[in-house]
Nanobody, 124 residues
């Protein structure tokens, strides 16, 4: 069992930065693939980035490549999403997810556990 709690969301101007954190409880964290998803109003939930259990493999959706960085510190049971050069279209609720079942890195079905989400709003 893994419980996930996100923090770090807020309101920022376009071009600004935010860092999201996801604190996890449970012994399976260190063996889980972790990911950040987001969901904007009226849109499907999409995977923004994922990171393997070791941190060696990372994936990003095209729209955030070069701007967002996912990282993890297993000793702290925490995963981060550093978001730079934010755009109004990045506005969404951001969710942390943990998966142990394998599958596509960007598929909702690959993840077993979800946080409650944190709101990110980017003003123009």
């Amino acid at each position: 069992q893994v419980q996930l709690v996100e923090s770090g969301g807020g309101l920022v101007q376009a071009g600004g930065s935010l860092r999201l954190s996801c604190a996890a409880s449970g012994r399976t964290f260190t063996s889980a693939t972790m990911a950040w998803f987001r969901q904007a109003p009226g849109k499907d939930r999409e995977c923004v980035a994922s990171i393997s259990w070791s941190g060696a493999v990372r994936y990003y959706t095209d729209s955030v490549k070069g701007r967002f960085t996912i990282s993890r510190v297993n000793a702290k049971n925490t995963v981060y999403l550093q978001m730079n050069s934010l755009k109004p279209e990045d506005t969404a609720v951001y969710y942390c997810a943990a998966g142990t079942r394998g599958g596509r890195w960007d598929a909702y079905e690959s993840y077993d556990y979800w946080g409650q989400g944190t709101q990110v709003t980017v003003s123009s």
